[in-house]
């Protein structure tokens, strides 16, 4: 194996050992030892060779290793197809991502350390929810300017759309509420696209069903 190759590996190793402490004991209490301890490795110091500290880690980690980040990066190439059907394909592989197990165990370290680390939540904001914001927000104002969906503010239409599916992740996940266990993440990301488009029909077409 090439020099390269075993670095490379050794580098994924600690990102795989790192999420275990992180997922077990937490961001903050999570040491270098109990890292190195759970990626297999000998030396805590070795982590520092391919990681700057313990926040560039979990950026990491979160880049990696979390499975929404490859929708995030999907959305990058969102063309002038219309809403309902980018909308409906998106909420469909949301449904999937956030049922896997990697998602919650990475999201449930995400909202345990973000309110005690302001920085922290800035760096992981710029690799996923923000960005994400973002990039739908900017699908979403060329669909209104194409007439597709009612004129209003972007950044609030993706809040509207985002919102209730950040809900249903935190009672399910989070809060553990039966309620929601009983709502599948396929009927909870359909029922908000169908509802958000219903609400965002350019006015004349609202008129027209009134």
């Known amino acids: 194996m ?8 050794r580098r994924q190793q600690i990102i795989d050992g790192a999420l275990r402490a992180f997922s077990q004991l937490g961001f903050e209490r999570a040491t270098n030892r109990d890292i190195a301890r759970a990626a297999g490795i000998g030396s805590p110091g070795l982590i520092y060779h391919y990681f700057k500290d313990k926040t560039d880690l979990l950026y990491q980690v979160v880049r990696e290793r979390m499975p929404l ?3 995030v990066d999907s959305m990058k190439e969102l063309d002038d197809t219309p809403p309902e059907v980018v909308l409906p394909q998106l909420a469909g592989r949301l449904a999937h991502l956030i049922n896997q197990p990697l998602t919650v165990a990475i999201g449930k370290i995400i909202i345990g350390e973000v309110l005690r680390h302001p920085q ?15 990039l739908l927000a900017a699908y979403l104002e060329r669909q209104m300017a194409l007439g597709r969906l009612r004129r209003t503010d972007p950044q609030i239409a993706v809040r509207l759309l985002l919102g209730p599916l950040y809900a ?27 509802l958000f488009l219903r609400a965002m029909q350019p006015e004349a077409d609202q008129k027209s069903f009134s």
């Open 69 to 71: 980040i490859q929708l």
């Open 120 to 134: 922290l939540a800035q760096v992981i904001n710029e690799i996923g929810p923000g960005r994400a914001m973002n």
């Open 2 to 9: 090439a020099p390269r190759d075993e670095a490379e590996l």
């Open 168 to 194: 249903y992740f935190l009672s399910r996940y989070v809060l553990n509420q039966p309620e929601a266990h009983a709502i599948s993440p396929h009927a909870m990301a359909t029922e908000a696209v169908e």
